[in-house]
């Protein structure tokens, strides 16, 4: 915003600069450095009456002095001693622009001595109020920390680019890029491993279930077929008549008989018990071959 403002203060001085020549388009460079809003020329300075003072030795110093507002400073002006002289708003003005010239090269040239030394000004107190009056017309944000004896600026409005500057400005935005493209690229790669990583571990978690799965399914084989057998030696047992038990198992049907009297007390059996177990041991046959 403070850009088009700025834009439009400049707007008149475009307009008339479009018929003005020689002596006509001198003046118009003083009106338009001195005039108060006017802070940025390059529009001024492209017009091509104005270009055309350079043809002159005279015109070429009013055409370097539009050139130092436009991107220049008051060292730059002290530097060139055949450029005209300056008024006191030109003078202030002038000031204003290099404190953002200054600004943008860091805070050791913002200290109250080396302000004072660079802008010519006799005292703090000048000093401040020409901060004050920059903050006012939007050139800069900026606060005065006088215990410290330091600007502080936090932020300022742009300037006209020298042609000079243009190549620097071209290799920083250029490094710039390259940089962006090579933080693009390891963002690239680490969300390729972030996926790859993603795709192993979907992988490992389905071959977990699968295998878990499998075993589930052996463990319940294994169950089945304990269940089964265990049964085919209870029917197989059955099959003999006797309960369960085969013919070798009678010496343990006794031992079974008698500990279960015994635990009785041998009054339940009654008196043919004996005789009960004896008939279950021994074939008919063998009885009556002894008694012949």
Known sequence: MADLKYLTALQPFILLAKNATGRA?????????????????????????????????????????????AYGSLAD?????DLPPLNDKQLEKLKQLSLITLASR???HLTYPSLLRSLELP?????????ISAI??????????????LV?????????????EIPGMVATLNA?????EDVLADIDGQMEKVHREAVQKKRDSEEYTRAVAAKKEQLKGEEKGGAGKGKRVISEGAEDGRGGYGADDDDGMDLDD???????????????????????????????NKRR
Do not use: M
């Open 25 to 69: 388009a001198a003046d118009l460079v003083v009106q338009a450095t001195q005039a108060s809003g006017c802070f940025v020329f390059s529009e001024l300075l492209e017009c091509p009456t104005i270009q055309a003072l350079s043809e002159t030795p005279e015109g070429g110093k009013y055409l370097d002095l539009l050139k130092i507002f």
């Open 77 to 81: 002006y002290r530097a060139n001693p």
């Open 152 to 164: 502080e600026v936090s932020s300022t409005a742009g300037r006209d680019v020298a042609p000079s």
């Open 176 to 180: 710039w890029c390259k940089q962006c």
């Open 136 to 149: 006012y017309a939007g050139l800069l944000h900026a606060k005065l920390d006088t215990a410290s004896q």
């Open 123 to 131: 005292s703090i107190r000048v000093l401040e109020d020409l901060v």
């Open 258 to 288: 008698a500990s279960y009297g015994e635990i009785a007390g041998g009054n339940s059996w009654g008196p043919n018990a004996a005789r009960r177990r004896a008939k279950g041991r021994f074939p008919p046959h063998g009885i009556g």
């Open 106 to 108: 860091g805070a050791e």
